[in-house]
């Protein structure tokens, strides 16, 4: 892995004057994050040996905590996990390079914040035993199965399995689904991402104005209290829109 002294970029932002965000550059060195000029914007960046960083849990914290603080200032605009730049000047070249493009994306992004929501069952037991009882088809199945012997079950238990899944995941759209119709309306844009495992409904990002997060807000309150027997909701935000703007720099 290449060492040097080179400079680590997390974000533009609207800015001309020099800044000094702190000791909190990602790798733990407690490297000065500050920023890179031209005109009116800027890069936020800090001095880093490698050219490469793991793509880790905690070399993405460090990333996004520098984003994210950065944002309590400004309006930002994230890049891409581990853009490293081998000089000032090569920063310089993009913000001049990208210029209009940079001021047109601030712009846009101005007074909208990420909004994250994953919903998942409390207990997925219970799901799947409302599946088992409600469906007539994997009932009758399961009845097969349990009134012969176990080495006789093969086939059958595959073909359970697989119609107990198929169940479950029509189950996990339909509520995904309700949630996405109170919330989308409420926001800009929406993002949704890969739900894991059996217990994750749902997995998404709302890029929502400043003026409706509130809105929002008590809709996800509405959520919860309408759901509270079997469904869990997890809520962060406000946070960097990450889902939405995700810098790519070509050096050359």
């Known amino acids: ?35 890179i000029n031209y005109e009116d914007i800027s890069g936020v960046v800090s001095r880093t040996p490698l050219l490469k960083y793991d793509l880790n849990r905690e070399n993405l914290l460090g990333h996004q905590r520098v984003v994210e ?11 891409r996990f581990c853009t490293v730049a081998e000089c000032a000047e090569d920063i310089r ?13 601030i712009r846009e992004m101005d007074n909208k914040t ?23 088809e994997i009932r009758r199945l399961r009845e097969k199965i349990a009134s012969k012997p ?4 093969y086939s059958e238990s595959i073909a359970l399995g697989r119609m107990v899944q198929a169940a479950l995941e029509s189950k996990k759209n339909e509520v ?13 844009d929406t993002a949704i991402n890969k739900a894991h495992g059996d217990s994750m409904i749902l997995n998404s990002a709302f890029l929502v104005h400043g003026g409706r997060v509130k809105e929002f807000d008590d809709a996800i309150a509405e959520l919860e209290s ?23 720099v070509e050096w050359r």
């Open 1 to 35: 892995m290449a060492q040097g002294n080179y400079l680590y970029l997390y974000c533009i932002i609207e800015t001309g004057e020099e800044r000094n965000f702190g000791p909190i550059g990602v790798g733990g060195r407690g490297d000065m994050v500050t920023t």
């Open 69 to 79: 603080e950065v944002m309590k200032e400004y309006t930002v605009l994230p890049v």
């Open 93 to 105: 070249g993009v913000l001049r390079k990208r210029y209009a493009e940079f001021k047109k994306l």
């Open 114 to 136: 990420e909004l994250g929501v994953k919903a998942l069952w409390k207990d997925i037991k219970v799901v799947f035993r409302d599946i088992a009882e409600g469906d007539p």
């Open 150 to 153: 176990l080495k006789q079950n």
């Open 176 to 188: 995904a689904d309700n949630i996405l119709k109170r919330l989308k309306p409420i926001a800009l």
């Open 226 to 248: 309408s759901n509270n027997d079997r469904l869990g909701i997890k809520y962060v935000g406000p946070v960097a829109p990450f889902n939405f703007i995700n810098i790519v």
